[in-house]
């Protein structure tokens, strides 16, 4: 079955530095990757998503990179926030989730 | 208002004794699923339902059971809890697979 890790699993940046999380799949059938932000007691939520016909999905300070050959996806956060301080998850259209990374954006 | 409603937030048992969260979305969504969240091991998935009467296993199923009669609803059963079903649980919702799962405000439960 699919086998989806995500690392690191804990990433603390300061203020201001970017942060990338990678998520490494299995299942080369996989064609939707999302990326959850759950903030302390309380659900994930969606932040952004791609899907495998494109490489690169960008929303203001976050963006979503696809490689499709080597079967991993990132997110990636420029200039974070004290606010972006969650646990990030991702997964595949497999449903299994990543173990999570929880980042810390000290001021 | 589109959401996926669980009750109850918290729930305090006993071993053995039989209990059922639940789980309703509002969205018409074919997709439904329950995880299972613990320190350092992320999102389990316990069952999930691609659709009205059809209901799959998926990593975690044992100790649970779930029902999709209607669409709408998605209970999960709890035949006879024991301790290490203490956890934090989420429903959650989608149009199917290749689209954004909607997650519960979630259901603490601690067994004893």
């Known amino acids: 079955g699919e086998n989806v890790e995500q690392h690191p699993s804990t990433l603390s940046v300061q203020e201001g530095d970017s942060a990338v999380i990678k998520c490494t799949y299995s299942?080369?059938?996989?064609?939707?990757f999302p990326w959850y932000k759950q903030e302390l007691g309380k659900r994930p939520q969606l932040i952004i998503d791609i899907r495998s016909n494109v490489g690169e999905k960008k929303d203001q300070r976050i963006a979503v990179t696809l490689n499709k050959t080597a079967k991993h996806f990132s997110l990636h956060i420029t200039e974070t926030q004290p606010e972006d301080s969650a646990v990030y998850f991702c997964?595949?259209?497999?449903?299994?989730f990543g173990t999570g990374t929880r980042l810390q954006v000290f001021p | 208002e589109a959401q996926v409603t669980q009750n109850p937030r918290y729930l305090i048992t006993v071993t053995g004794k039989k209990l059922t969260v639940t789980c309703s979305q509002n969205?018409?969504?074919?997709?439904m699923s329950w995880y299972r969240q613990d320190p350092g091991l992320g999102l389990r998935q316990i069952y999930y339902s691609m659709n009205v009467e059809v209901t799959d296993k998926g990593d975690v199923p044992e100790g649970y059971k779930v029902s999709r009669k209607e669409k709408r609803n998605f209970p999960l059963i709890l035949e006879s809890p024991s301790p290490n079903q203490t956890s934090l649980y989420f429903c959650?919702?989608?149009?199917?697979?290749?689209?954004?799962?909607?997650f519960g405000n979630g259901t603490r439960l601690t067994v004893t």
């Open positions: 299942d080369s059938a996989s064609n939707y």
């Open positions: 997964h595949t259209d497999k449903l299994i």
């Open positions: 969205m018409n969504h074919e997709y």
């Open positions: 959650a919702s989608s149009l199917n697979t290749r689209s954004p799962l909607h």
